[in-house]
């Protein structure tokens, strides 16, 4: 919505960062979109992934309703960020709103998101080459965040895009280079965890990597770990590790 | 959506009873409405309880994104039932487009919403009563129900609603019913949600009551108690209970 109204706070670093993770650190959201035949909004729950870009991807079958509405208009929502222990409305969450864009098969973009979204969701092998599935990025418009009772923030679409990936020296070889990460560090994806305060049952991996972070999954559990600035070589992300 | 596809199953009771579950064993939903500013959807997470005829209910400020949507456009869906271990697609949810009534205060309807309200969330009584709060109900005008992988099925509205609830001997006074059903059945909650599968590091209450079905709370766990048939006395309440 464009109106701010004073229960908005000031947009600060904190609230950035907290955006960025509650989108790229989402196994799943609520996303909304128009159906064609009645004008209603119609919100379902998808998997999501993270594109280097930052852009949320979701992957979707041509027979889902979420499929058609977004053939007819490109404009929807998505919830992401799930409520822990208590009051639901005390956790955070973000409402970002996107423009879908749909991605050609075998196209370099279709090949990223589809070694991504794998590494993310193991058990999408099963159905995600088959020929009526496609994936759309959600390009973010805007988003509106709310930390919690009280803190209400407002952010531009550019606060959740990741810029400079292609420029990095593992664009393009991402598998390989998490390879070399455990390779070096072979804790890295439970000392991250734990740096995060990550519980989880079953061990912690690395699935993803892009010029901002690094993604961490577990069992039903996924996390985010931001980097401290943005980086150009797998050399800088040793350097930003926690000890 | 309109269109049926193949892979939408026929309608049957089970669907029928884990649709209402659904949607009536929420606390919080995934709310989609339509900005007026921008025509985008608007996905954001609301409170929610059911009234008695079935219709959900949320609680919102004046100053939030869906108020001022829904007070331009009234076409909103909701989207009911979380995930727990594994998969979450796995897990049954429904999305439920409805239409929303705005609540006038000082009305039955408000009196009846805000009793059932607070009984199912006990700390909206620190903010239910300020001024710029207000009440809408959700009434449904259709559903999809995913049970699951390949458990599809398009519900028509009536499917979720209530009806003969001022007809019973308990409307207008369920409170007090509900207090009577402790009286009478000491361990009723206990016992609904044992039947139920209930787990709970705390103790389940009953906090609501209409013609087909109770609520239980506990904690952050809510359950639906589904009556075998619609009831019209206090008594057949007792008659249908679980031994």
Redesign the interface.
């Known amino acids: 919505?464009?109106?701010k109204?004073s229960?908005i706070r000031e947009t600060d670093d904190e609230a950035r960062r907290l955006a960025r993770v509650l989108v790229r650190a989402a196994?799943?959201v609520?996303?909304?979109?128009?159906?064609p035949?009645?004008?209603?909004?119609?919100?379902?729950?998808v998997?999501v992934a993270t594109d280097s870009d930052g852009a949320p991807a979701i992957l979707v079958s041509n027979?889902s309703?979420h499929t058609?509405?977004l053939s007819a208009d490109t404009?929807?929502?998505?919830?992401a960020g799930?409520?822990g222990?208590?009051?639901?409305?005390a956790h955070p969450?973000i409402?970002v709103?996107c423009v879908a864009e749909a991605v050609e098969r075998d196209s370099d973009v279709y090949k990223r998101l589809r070694t991504r979204f794998i590494t993310r969701h193991p058990?999408s092998k099963l159905y995600i080459d088959f020929p009526d599935f496609r994936f759309y990025r959600l390009v973010p418009?805007g988003a509106?965040l709310?930390g919690g009772f009280g803190k209400a923030y407002i952010l531009p679409a550019e606060d959740l895009m990741i810029t400079g990936y292609s420029e990095t020296d593992f664009a393009g070889r991402e598998e390989e280079a998490l390879q070399e990460l455990v390779v070096r560090v072979p804790d890295i994806a439970e000392r991250l965890a734990g740096q995060l305060g990550g519980l989880s049952p079953k061990k912690w991996r690395i699935c993803g990597l892009d010029a901002a972070g690094i993604d961490l999954i577990s069992?039903?559990s996924a996390l985010r770990w931001e980097f401290q600035h943005p980086v150009r070589r797998l050399e800088d992300v040793y350097l930003g590790l926690p000890n």
């Open positions: 919505m464009n109106d109204p229960v196994r799943y609520a996303l909304a979109v128009i159906d035949d009645t004008g209603f909004p119609y919100v379902s729950r998997l027979l309703a058609k509405a404009r929807c929502s998505l919830l799930e409520p222990k208590g009051d639901p409305l969450r409402s709103q058990k418009q509106s709310n069992g039903d």
